[in-house]
């Protein structure tokens, strides 16, 4: 057990873990952050992606040792109530249909704006493809993509 | 107030003062039958068991007791008593569903796609009472004739004195007066909500991740746990060793419990790493030699005897010994797993005689009967919250959850959430069933079918397993349908679509095998055949082919096929357009849909999920599988049962027929057809059939 004093959303948030806790379950069960979600537990479906360092990082695999003095953005603190250009583009192509997956599809999303203004849909998939969605929204993810990078928002 | 309050106990009248504004009370009826659906004593009648209760304020609380999965009918619920009660759709409030189902007069449970479609009469009679004593209250007070006032906008108007008042100013002296029992519904015409498209009111939350799943609970003191259940089905534990679980920091106990050993702890990751800590002797079980092959051997080694008849129309023996032809085939579709992309969980606390569960589940009845057998109260003692659940597809009918959950905290004492891991998810499905289908046909020297047998080998319940292959949508004489079914201690369950996935598969695979006997188009034919069968899957087809350019130019390896079908009131007819690469990789280049699901009362939702419907079944074609070995399931997580990913989606192109007919079902109905037009397009591109799911790329390479 060791305390690690993270940075997450723009504070500073401590927790007291093992250390090789992987920062799901840091946020999830310590910080009661539970906007992001635990599916596979192994890397292969982006329901867990946080924003470390503006990076899109899969937090199931990713330990609380490992983050040091990254700064973590969770769906939390993607934007203040909703606003994010991305998030206002989701609702605007009625993208989700359960919805538990979007918190990751979303910060994935938006990594790829930020490296990448105006993404083409071959870069739009390439860059998505981690991130999967049992209940099919893709073809509206993409929609929601291009909706932003076209400054339709 | 709560709807937890309301119930038949509390509301012997339908309708009345409460001291709370209008409430009118109406009885939704129960799909019998439904899978999953718990059996209630008929004593409930025709009681209530929804309401619309409009408060002083003038808000419209609907209390119904449906579940939100992901589907989206909670809006479109919505919409139609806004609609018919020219209410403000921004004053319409949508309440949890009840908590105490033991209390309610249908099993609450959500599956068959019959939210909307069991609502519609119902709901817009109940909105329409509402709305007519709300104007009568009005005429009262200004004493004139009630034809005098419109109801529009949240307001009774009088249209030549000017005068109006708002509903929430009505709402008390309107419970005073007598309801109509039927009063005049809106005409289709006049609908401002229903078939416009509407933003769905769960969504909003489940972008900012404000919404709270069933594993978001949190509460104070809670703990966490993983059970570890034995690999095979039906196999048990012969002994275990649990010290290094317990020296795993954060684990605060190990136990057996019926059917796992569990392992709490202070949050869900300690909880696993203890579990993984485990060493368990585990007994294989009854079915260790159980395997997919097995099944698949046992499937054809029964081909070719008789099964129970499902249905027989005329004489298929004569009609075969008529026949000009005779064309053969055989189709095998293996088990799948729902994969909801939340893991099961639940939350329970045991305190005393009284039990609390929050699970995300479709069916809180048999959850609440289930919390209360394993804890041994009265139903009564169980408070069921119904959590959001993160995709259901059948799977969350089954109160297996709810089981662990019960069992974990009967032994804690604090609330606890049981936590299942991906592998557990897949070890422990309720899955789609394996089917090995047998095809025979006799065809004129036209190559018109004179006979049709239709025998599928599986697993009861023989709804689960054949449903849809009784009544394919063609007119077919002297047809049989029979089956084998034989239990083999594999769970299996409703999977989205119940049956007619399987079904449909072969039956609309063979019929494209019939037409090429036949050297017909299978447009052609499978149109003929459905003139009088089915005229309304008909025109389904025939608007496929026009939207998709059927019989167009493709490039080499590339083709299009077709499939329809048609299940829980609704109709649609899909073409696929498929490239088939050298290797035998099948991309799926485009998908055109029709669907003709009556009224649709929220257009864009539907749309959403037509087009989810395809993604779920082109897995299926594509990718997914569970095969069975020693009894246990393969597959364990997404590195050995991939999903299509936004890399693979095709063009999807979704149309509808405009309809005034009452609405249809519509998670379901779209998921049958594409997996039969994939494999047709398949054969068009390269004249391979495929005839087991999921397509097997090694037939189709180029040697």
């Known amino acids: 057990m060791a305390v690690f004093n993270l940075r997450v959303n723009g504070e500073r948030m401590s927790v007291d873990v093992a250390p090789e806790m992987p920062l799901l379950w840091a946020l999830r069960d310590h910080l009661g952050l539970t906007g992001t979600k635990y599916s596979c537990g192994i890397a292969f479906c982006g329901s867990c992606t946080v924003l470390l360092d503006g990076e899109p990082i899969r937090s199931c695999a990713t330990s609380v040792e490992s983050v040091g003095e990254g700064e973590i953005t969770t769906i939390e603190g993607m934007s203040k109530d909703g606003g994010h250009p991305l998030q206002r583009a989701w609702l605007a192509e009625q993208t989700v249909q359960c919805g538990y997956c979007h918190p990751g599809q979303l910060l994935q999303a938006a990594a790829l704006l930020e490296k990448n203004p105006h993404p083409s849909d071959d870069e739009i998939d390439e860059y998505m493809a981690g991130n999967l969605c049992r209940c099919g929204t893709y073809l509206r993810i993409r929609k929601a993509i291009r909706r932003v990078e076209e400054g339709r928002i | ?703």
């Open chain 2, 1 to 703: 107030m709560k709807a937890k309050d309301l119930s038949r106990r509390d509301f012997v009248k339908t309708t009345g003062a409460v001291g709370a504004g209008l409430l009118i009370g109406f009885h939704i009826p129960w799909l019998q039958g439904c899978a999953g659906a718990a059996q209630l004593p008929a004593e409930g009648g025709m009681q209530p068991n929804a309401w619309i209760r409009i408060d002083p304020a003038g808000f419209v609380h609907v209390v119904y007791d449906d579940h939100e999965m992901g589907q989206g009918s909670s809006t479109g619920f919505l919409m139609m008593v806004c609609d018919e009660l020219e209410a403000d759709w921004s004053k319409i409030v949508w309440e949890p569903v009840p908590t105490d189902p033991s209390n309610w007069v249908r099993g609450i449970s959500t599956g068959g796609s019959t939210t909307i479609r069991l609502g519609w009469a119902p709901l817009r009679n109940a909105a329409a009472q509402a709305r007519e004593v709300l104007r009568e209250a009005a005429a009262l007070r200004w004493e004139v004739d009630g034809s005098e006032c419109v109801a529009k906008e949240h307001q009774i108007t009088h249209a030549s004195s000017g005068r109006s008042l708002g509903y929430g100013e009505l709402a008390e002296e309107a419970a005073t007066l007598h309801v109509p029992d039927d009063p005049p519904k809106k005409s289709h015409e006049d609908y401002w909500l229903i078939g416009h498209s509407t933003d769905r009111l769960d969504l909003p939350d489940k972008v900012t991740g404000k919404t709270e799943f069933g594993m978001d609970l949190r509460l104070p003191g809670m703990l966490f746990a993983s059970v570890s259940r034995p690999p095979a089905y039906q196999g048990g534990i012969r002994s275990f060793d649990d010290s290094a679980a317990r020296a795993v920091h954060g684990v605060v106990d190990v136990f057996e419990v019926e059917g796992g050993i569990a392992v709490v702890a202070r949050d869900t990751w300690s909880a696993f790493k203890g579990r993984e800590a485990l060493e368990v002797d585990w007994d294989p079980g009854p079915f260790a030699d159980q395997s997919s092959e097995t099944l698949k051997a046992r499937g054809r080694a029964l081909a070719g005897q008789p099964g129970d008849v499902q249905r027989e129309e005329g004489d298929f023996a004569g009609g075969i010994a008529q026949a000009a032809q005779v064309v053969d085939a055989s189709y095998d579709t293996h088990f799948l797993d729902h994969v909801p992309m939340e893991t099961l969980n639940a939350t329970a606390w045991v305190r005393g005689d009284r039990v609390e569960v929050w699970c995300p589940t479709q069916a809180a009845t048999s959850g609440q009967r289930m919390a209360a057998r394993i804890a041994g109260v009265p139903e009564e003692n169980v408070v069921f919250n119904s959590m959001l659940a993160g995709g259901g597809f059948g799977r969350r009918l089954n109160s297996d959850d709810t089981e662990f959950a019960v069992k974990v905290a009967m032994k804690v004492d604090a609330p606890v959430q049981v936590v299942w891991t991906r592998e557990d998810t897949f070890a422990h499905g309720f899955y789609r069933p394996y089917t090995h289908q047998t095809m025979r046909a006799g065809l004129d020297a036209e190559g018109w079918p004179v006979a049709w047998l239709h025998r599928i080998y599986g697993q009861p319940p023989r709804g689960t397993t054949t449903g849809g292959a009784a009544n394919p949508p063609y007119t077919l004489p002297n047809f049989l349908c029979d089956n084998h079914l034989e239990d083999w201690g594999i769970p299996i369950g409703p999977w989205r679509s119940v049956g007619n996935t399987q079904t449909c598969f072969a039956v609309e695979s063979f019929m494209d095998e019939c037409a090429h006997a036949a050297g017909v188009d299978p447009l052609v034919y499978k149109r003929r055949l459905m003139e009088d069968a089915d005229p309304r899957l008909l025109n389904c087809v025939s608007m496929v082919a026009e939207r998709a350019e059927w019989g167009r130019e493709m490039g080499e390896r590339q083709g299009q096929g077709i499939a329809a079908w048609t299940c829980f009131g609704s109709w649609g007819a899909m073409v696929a357009e498929v490239t088939v690469a050298p290797e035998g990789t099948v991309k799926v280049d485009r998908v055109v849909a029709v669907m003709d699901h009556g009224i649709i009362v929220n257009p864009e939702a539907v749309r959403s999920q037509v087009e989810g419907a395809i993604v779920l079944a082109l897995t299926a074609t594509l990718k997914a599988e569970v095969h069975i070995e020693k009894g246990a399931a393969v597959e364990s997580n997404f590195h050995n049962h991939p999903l299509l990913t936004i890399r693979e989606m095709p063009s999807v192109e979704v149309h509808f027929v405009e309809s005034t007919e009452v609405p249809g079902g519509v998670g379901e109905p779209p998921i049958p057809p594409p997996p039969p037009a994939v494999c047709n397009a398949i054969f068009a591109a390269t004249g391979v059939r495929i005839r087991e799911l999921p397509v097997d790329k090694e037939l189709l390479k180029i040697s």
